[in-house]
């Protein structure tokens, strides 16, 4: 590294407006370069942009925690820097052993296979939902589709009362990009929505636990005997994952097919190009830019020295436009094949949701495709999150399109089955 790469290095900062400005030419420049950058920002941590060593660290889960308390006394987690404030993520902040049960209680509830019976559900909540804004020929997708949709099916998998899902929705997506700045008006706001979603998850337990209720992920979690403590933590979890996760790629998948016309009539003429395009979609646009982990021992990977302590933040993101696993990493192929994207995170910890987040995409990309197929974004006005340190996305979405017919889905009885867990392993 030149001293000046070096210095420039040292501030790197995925939370900044300039890397929010670039996320894809702030990585590049640390991957095409020394592949890894030391940063004195967020209490010091090294970020790692290359496929090769973010996976080896991801696969490493004997010398790298994704606790928050890190053996050795060490504070840890999977965001950086932590928010101590924040609820612990169930699961993402786990380390085996304590993580190996709960994955394995979880596993099955969100199997290819039992995603796959979710299916006439989410296409039931999508067309809803398109009900909601086709006469009107405006909608705006973030708000009115992209947001609602992924809230209302991991509310019923979870066992939530769906008709609250705007309560849960706006509140997840808009915490993503609100300054966490105590005093903020928007923030107090913030935080009064949260304590009434923590609220209805508490009391959701607390119902399930004085009468056993519907066959739902609460009453399972609690009749495999988890404490309250721990269902809270995994329901809030599931919720924060699942919502703005899939609604940022959706986004951004809608936006893209706008600006490319020529893409978006060949998913038209060739819809079993939906499979490949839904990859490159995830792999092109990560929701999750970089997670964190902390070093458990004196290590090294790609010649950098960890000692305990010292927190790593590995860049998915960057790891999915690697050229030595991607050919043009950097073009967006509609059929591109294979495609070993690392959206999901690798290892142990990969993501538990990837198949429900793929169905939600498959099939809010199908309908729109089939009732809105001329649609138009307001490129102008859809500001991405100003910071994407943890989280790409966008705020809102302008759209019109021709108007057309309601087709009258309801949301109920249609879902009765969603929030019904597999059977176990
Ligand atoms: C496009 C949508 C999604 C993306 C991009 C995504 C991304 C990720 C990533 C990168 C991780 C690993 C974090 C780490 O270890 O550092 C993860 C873990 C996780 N995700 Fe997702 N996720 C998505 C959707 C979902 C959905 C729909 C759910 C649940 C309904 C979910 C639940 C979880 C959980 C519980 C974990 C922790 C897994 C473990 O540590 O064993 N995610 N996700």
Known sequence: MTSEQSSSARSFDHHSPEHAADPVGAYRAVREGPGYAHSDKHGGFTVLC???????????????????????????????????????????????????????????????DAVARFVPQIRAVTNYFIDRFIES???????????????????????????EWERYAVPIHTSVYTPREPGHPDFEYLNRQFAWIFDQIRSAVADRRSARQPDDLITRLIDEGLDDDLVFETVYTMLAAGVDTS??????ALLHLSKHPDQRQRLLDEPRLLDHAT???????????????????????????????????????????????????????????????????????RCIGAPLARQELRVILDEVLRRLPDYSVDADQTPTYPDVGLMYGFQKMPTTFTRGRVEGTRLQPELDDIGRTAPGP
């Not at 609604?247 to 951004?252: P, R």
């Open 50 to 112: 290359r496929y090769a060593d973010v996976v080896a660290i991801a696969r490493d889960t004997e010398n790298f925690s994704n606790a928050l308390e890190v053996p050795g006394g060490f504070k840890g987690g999977v965001t950086l820097p932590h928010n101590p404030a924040a609820t612990r993520m169930s699961l993402s902040e786990m380390d085996p052993p304590e993580w190996n049960p709960l994955r394995r209680l979880l596993n099955p509830t969100l199997s290819a």
């Open 137 to 163: 020929g405006r909608c705006d997708l973030v708000f009115d589709l992209c947001s609602p949709v992924p809230a209302v099916v991991t509310l019923q998998y979870l066992g939530l009362p769906i008709d």
């Open 247 to 252: 609604t940022s790629v959706l986004s951004a």
């Open 279 to 349: 990859e490159e979609f995830l792999r092109f646009y990560a929701p999750a830019q970089a997670t964190a982990r902390t070093a458990v021992v004196a290590t090294e990977i790609a010649g950098v020295q960890f000692k305990p302590g010292d927190r790593i933040l590995l860049a998915w993101a960057s790891a999915n436009r690697d050229a030595g696993y991607f050919d043009d990493p950097d073009e967006f192929v509609l059929d591109r094949a294979p495609n070993r994207h690392v959206t999901f995170a690798h290892g142990i910890h």
